[in-house]
């Protein structure tokens, strides 16, 4: 077996971190690393539904898993002029290490998801969950999600493996967030955080939560 078959073969069984060091150890690692294939199959198991309808990005998967798996400085965005019409929403959460849901969402449909009644529709998006799912408490629940343009296929990161650690029984929600990086031309919204919501039912047992809808909102 020769050296590339072996580095092929090697390759695949390692995380980004190990991957993204064999990429400066040789000319030949480094071009042997670069195969598109790997790092699709990372983004893969950090964020399953980005490969529900490839390609993407219109850059490499290698160049998506390197812009956010870790927290990058703070960087100017310029402020956004897009309809939901342009986009779609990547959703993916985790009970432990074990997927649970995981889909691509239609700006539209969770613009217009199911509503509650005094509730602002410039705000609130709620995606109902079909099928429901269970989750125990004892577990760690975890999200991901991502936004991707149709123009352009370019993709951000809203939320990234962000953990559900308040549990709210009164108002049947669990919630989960991260801080938003925005342009500091616009310091009026330098604060703000992207909340996601696991709306859930009651199914008589304290332990576990009944889940019917996602909920996101911005504030």
Not at 122 to 140: A, G
């Amino acid at each position: 077996m020769s050296c590339d078959e072996v580095l092929k073969a090697v390759f695949p069984l390692l995380d980004g971190t190990d991957l993204a060091s064999c990429m400066v150890v040789s000319k030949q690692w480094r071009e042997i690393a670069q195969d598109d294939y790997f790092w699709k199959c990372l983004c893969a198991k950090r964020w399953p539904s980005t490969c529900k309808r490839p390609p993407l990005p219109s850059v490499s998967y290698y160049k998506l898993f390197q812009t956010f798996y870790k927290r990058r400085h703070r960087r100017t965005l310029l402020p956004p002029r897009l309809s939901f019409d342009d986009l779609e929403f990547y959703i993916d959460i985790w009970s432990d290490e074990r997927l649970i849901f995981s889909e691509v969402v239609p700006g539209p449909v969770l613009q217009n998801g199911i509503r509650f009644p005094m509730e602002s529709p410039e705000y609130k998006m709620i995606l109902p969950v079909v099928p429901r799912f269970t989750v125990p408490l004892i577990q760690t629940v975890s999200v991901s999600v991502l936004v991707g343009r149709k123009d352009s296929k370019k993709v951000a990161c809203i939320i990234n493996k962000s953990i559900f650690d308040y549990i709210d029984r009164t108002a049947y929600r669990a919630l989960a967030f991260e801080y938003l990086d925005f342009s500091p031309e616009h310091p009026f919204v330098s604060g703000i955080r992207a909340w996601i919501s696991l709306l859930f039912m009651d199914d008589g047992d304290e332990g576990v939560i009944d889940v019917f809808g996602i909920e996101m909102d911005f504030g």
